[in-house]
């Protein structure tokens, strides 16, 4: 099985910054996309960022020039830069994967979730 497991979370002032690293382990043997989600309670969880294995980029208008997501393919991590944070960032913010995993019967495709963090930015 593959976890995924996140760091950084937290409350900051508005204007400041946090950082949210994620870290998978288990059996892996590549991961393709990964990508940072955020979810308000009885909402959808929606786009934040997400970083191909090539290093290429997409991320929602609202964090445009204030998120920076990046990948340490080594480490199998993905990270995001916030700065300029908003009260409007608060929300609970989960990191995925997308990757090929073994299994005893072979491997296969499949999308895993981390726990969770939450961002609270708040005066």
């Known amino acids: 099985q593959v976890q995924l497991v996140e760091s950084g979370g937290g409350l900051v002032q508005p204007g400041g910054s946090l950082r949210l690293s994620c870290a998978a382990s288990?059996?892996?043997?590549?991961?393709?996309?990964m990508g940072w989600f955020r979810q308000t309670p009885g909402k959808q969880r929606g786009l934040v960022a997400t970083?191909?294995?090539?290093?290429?980029?997409n991320y929602a208008d609202s964090v445009k020039g204030r998120f920076t997501i990046s990948r340490d393919n080594a480490k199998n991590t993905v990270y995001l830069q916030m700065n300029s944070l908003k009260p409007e960032d608060t929300d609970v913010y989960y990191c995925?994967?997308?990757?090929?995993?073994?299994?005893?019967?072979?491997?296969?495709?499949?999308?895993?979730w981390g726990q969770g963090s939450q961002v609270t930015v708040s005066s």
């Open positions: 995925n994967a997308d990757a090929d995993v073994t299994a005893a019967w072979g491997s296969y495709r499949t999308g895993f």
């Open positions: 288990g059996s892996i043997i590549s991961i393709h996309d």
């Open positions: 970083i191909t294995s090539g290093g290429v980029t």
